[in-house]
């Protein structure tokens, strides 16, 4: 399976057009382990550049959470080295948790088929990101609308890759798994980050007038 920027793009259209066509084409390509962890790793670094670059040209505003009619909690925005971070984590620690519980659930992928269709659905997903910060440097106006597609994009994928590396052929069965695997990462990794201290603090702060965030 070769990996550049052109083989990149044609995998990102396949995915969206025929994501189990992708993944099937990606599980026959048998990668090893070590080749899907690189890839995850890569994506990591492609996106913290890209964050870093769309922070410097227009500025990364801190998240604001209403709580009431007047307040709000304000977060303050993750850097491009965290997201980076929060990316290559989040990828591998996801890749585990899919093929631990899908395994639970009769799957029958190895570590090795998981770790490749996720690690190639991370850098399609990667490359929709980068574009949505592209649209928003350019053309802000469609950025949320391309910000949808990616997020259909990778759940679709996600749910295809589930089903081609376990080899369920049942889409229900393989939403099941991605659904289960999500929500045990997200209290693990809140568990670990507020175990060592690397939670999120919010601040209260007065919303604007009219509630505009």
Known sequence: MELSFASLM????????????AFELVKS???????????????????????????ILIGSPDII???????????ERAGPFA???????????????????GKRMG?????????????VL?????VLFVGV??????????AFGLLLVAFYVSLRGLGHAVNVGHEFN???RSALVAVLATVGLFFVLVFVATALGLAPEGTIVPLPIGNEL
């Open 170 to 172: 049942s889409l229900g």
């Open 65 to 75: 959470l209403p709580i009431s009619e007047t307040q709000g909690l304000q977060l």
């Open 122 to 126: 991370q850098m399609v997903v990667t």
């Open 107 to 119: 799957g029958q992928g190895d570590l090795a088929d998981i770790f490749s269709v996720t690690a």
């Open 133 to 142: 910060y592209l649209m928003d440097i350019v053309l802000p106006i469609f």
């Open 10 to 21: 044609e995998w990102t259209k396949l995915t969206v057009r025929n994501p189990r066509l």
């Open 29 to 55: 390509a048998k990668l090893p382990l070590e080749v899907s962890i690189l890839m995850i790793v890569l994506a990591g670094v492609v996106s913290a550049v890209a964050a870093g670059a769309h922070y």
């Open 83 to 101: 997201q980076g971070a929060i990316a290559v984590v989040t990828g591998i620690c996801g890749s585990l948790a899919l093929f631990w519980v």
